[in-house]
C-alpha cells in the first residue's frame, strides 16, 4: 500500500511556493504500538501553518525539513492497534498532508459523522470555533452593549468570533475582503456591519460602523487594519491578538502597530492567545456552541477544495482572501 | 505684582525648541471665590509635558497656544480665597511654568515641608511614584521570583518601579544610559543588572541579564528597547506601556513594536496605563511607599536645575536621557 505526501523541502522566504514541498509516493510504516492508521478525508488549511514552516521557536515547533508538512485533518480509521479506536471509526487529529496517517493513538480523537459532516470539525466545530470561542470570551471579554470588531470576519476564526458577539448582545462589525463577504456577515450571520478593506477606506468604515467606539477588537490580520483600529479604540479596550495573515508572507521586518500608545492613552490592552491552552474546556465550549448552532444561532460555512495535489495553491487562498468561510482540501 | 510665565506659543515639529514658548511678564490675577494665590517653588519636567504640547485628544487636554504652560509643581500658598488653605500652607497641583499661580483650591492638596524635602512630592511622593506603584503593582503584577525589566530605569518612574519590584521579591534588571546610571541602579538601589543602552547591545544584554526570560516589562522608552524585550518574553508575560519618551518627538510615524506577535506566541499582554485613575487611591500608596523609605527600602533621587528662565533647555534634558533621577525645576 502506497502513500502520497506533502513533505516540506524548503523553508519559504515570503510567499510559500509549490517548490517548498514535495510530493512523494512513499511505502507506508508498519503500525506500533497504540498506534492507528487513519485514511484521511479532509484537511485544515489554516494560516497558522505558514508560521509552522518558519525555523525558530513558536507555540510549536516548527516543522522540520523532510517531514510531512502538519495539518489537522479528520478521517477514518483503517487499522489500530490501540484499544480506544476501531476500523471504521472517524477521527479528528494532526493528521498531516497525505492520503494516510500512522499516528499516535493519544493524538487523536473520535468525531461523529452522523451528529454534522465531517468538514464541520474542522471549522467551528474544531480548532477555529475553539479559537473564537476562548479567544473571545475568555480574553475580549465582551460586555451586552459593547462594540466588537473583527478582522478577517467572513474566515473561519471570524464568522464564528462575530456571531458569539451577537449572542452576547454586542454590536458587531466585521472586516472582510469584498461585498459578497460582507453581504453575507450582514445578511447571514447578521453582523451590524461590515467594512470592505479591499474597496473602501477602512477608517472611514470604522467611523460610520462604530459610532461609539471600539470596546473589542478581534485581530486576524495586523498590520494597516489593526493600526486603523486603534485610533477607534474606547477606554479600557480588549485587543485579542490571534493572528497577523497581513504579516507571515513579510520579507522585511513585520509592521508593529504605529498606533500602540493608543493603548496608553486608552488605559487599553491587547493580549496575544493560543488555542492548545483551551484543552481542558473544549468539550464543554463544543457543547455549548452545538446549542447555538440547534437554535440556529451560530451558523456554519466551508469551502472545501477537492484533490491532495491542490495542497499547495488551496493553502495560497488564505494569504489572497479568497476563501470564503473555513478553508478545507478533501482528499 | 508682577508674574512670569511661559506661554505656549506654537506646537513644536519635533524636538521641542525656545521659541515654542514665550516668556511673559504680566500683571497678577485677581483671585476669584475659592481660588489661592500660590508662589511656586518646585516645578516637575516630565515627559508626557511633550504630549500636552501637541494639538488633538489625548488622555488630558492639550495646552492650548496662550495658555501658561502646564506643569505640576509645589509652592507656598502667599493668598487665599478659600477655607482649606492658609497663608504659609504648602501645596501640590497644576501650577503651571510660572512664578505665581493663580488657582482653584479643589486643584491642591498641601505637602508638609517637615516630612520630606518639597522635590520629593513631586517624584517618588508624587505623580512619579504614584505611576510606578500602580502601574508595576496592579498592571505589572509581579509575583516574587519572576524578572521584572524597566527601562528609563534610573529616571523618575523606573527608579520606584525597580525598587517596589526588589521588595516583592522579583530579579530587578534595569536599561539606562550611561555607567554612572548603571552603577547607580545596582550599588545603590540594588538591582540585580543594568544594561547601559548607550554603550553596549540590548539584546546581549537580556540575554544575561534575565537568563530566565523577563515576566514583566515596564516599559517608559518604546522604541527599539521595546522590540528587544518582545524577544525575550516568558509564557504570560506582562507588559506595562507607561510611555515612549523615544518616540514623542518625532517627525515621521511612531516606530510600532514589529515584535508584538511575541505576545501571540506567549500569550503576552501589552496594557497601557494613566496614573490619574488612580487617584482614590492614591493616600494609600503613599502611606506604603512613606513606610518603605522610613525603612530604608525605597530611595530616593531629585535631579534639580535651578531657574525658571531655564525651563526649555531643561525640559530638553529628558529627552536626551541627560537627567538621573526625577528631574525637577527651582524656580
Given at each position: 500500500m502506497k502513500n502520497k505526501q506533502f513533505i516540506l523541502s524548503a523553508r519559504p522566504i515570503g510567499e510559500p511556493k509549490e517548490t517548498d514541498w514535495q510530493l512523494k509516493e512513499s511505502d507506508m510504516a508498519e503500525l506500533a504500538n497504540n498506534q492507528v492508521l487513519v485514511q484521511v478525508e479532509y484537511l485544515s488549511l489554516d494560516p497558522a501553518m505558514r508560521g509552522w514552516m518558519n525555523e525558530g521557536k513558536s507555540y510549536i515547533e516548527p516543522v522540520k525539513l523532510g517531514e510531512v508538512m502538519r495539518a489537522g485533518g479528520v478521517g477514518k480509521v483503517i487499522e489500530s492497534n490501540s484499544s480506544d479506536f476501531s476500523p471504521g471509526d472517524y477521527v479528528h487529529g494532526?493528521?498531516?498532508?497525505?492520503?494516510?496517517a500512522v499516528i499516535a493513538a493519544n493524538g487523536l480523537h473520535k468525531v461523529d459523522p452522523a451528529l454534522a459532516p465531517l468538514p464541520r470539525y474542522l471549522g467551528v466545530l474544531g480548532m477555529p470555533g475553539m479559537t473564537a470561542y476562548f479567544g473571545l470570551?475568555?480574553?475580549?471579554l465582551p460586555k451586552s452593549g459593547e462594540t466588537v470588531v473583527v478582522s478577517a470576519a467572513a474566515g473561519a476564526v471570524g464568522t464564528v468570533v462575530g456571531q458569539i458577539a451577537k449572542i452576547k448582545g454586542c454590536r458587531v462589525v466585521g472586516i472582510a475582503g469584498g461585498q459578497e463577504k460582507c453581504d453575507y456577515l450582514i445578511?447571514?450571520?447578521?453582523?451590524d456591519g461590515a467594512i470592505d478593506y479591499k474597496n473602501s477606506d477602512v477608517m472611514t468604515g470604522l467611523k460610520q460602523h462604530c459610532p461609539q467606539g471600539v470596546d473589542v477588537f478581534f485581530d486576524n490580520v495586523g498590520g494597516d487594519i489593526l493600526d486603523a483600529v486603534l485610533t477607534r479604540i474606547n477606554l479600557h479596550a480588549r485587543i485579542v491578538i490571534c493572528g497577523a495573515i497581513s504579516q507571515?508572507?513579510?520579507?522585511?521586518a513585520v509592521k508593529g502597530p504605529?498606533?500602540?500608545l493608543s493603548l496608553l492613552v486608552n488605559r487599553a490592552r491587547m493580549e496575544g492567545i493560543v488555542v492548545f491552552d483551551n484543552a481542558k474546556h473544549y468539550g464543554d465550549a463544543a457543547r455549548e456552541m452545538a446549542g447555538w448552532i440547534a437554535q440556529g444561532k451560530l451558523k456554519a460555512k466551508e469551502h472545501v477544495v477537492e484533490g491532495l495535489d491542490n495542497f499547495p495553491q488551496t493553502l495560497m487562498m488564505l494569504f489572497k482572501g479568497e476563501n470564503f468561510g473555513k478553508l478545507v482540501l478533501k482528499v
Open positions: 494532526m493528521l498531516g498532508v497525505q492520503q494516510y470570551l475568555n480574553t475580549g445578511n447571514e450571520l447578521g453582523f507571515y508572507n513579510n520579507t522585511t504605529a498606533n500602540y
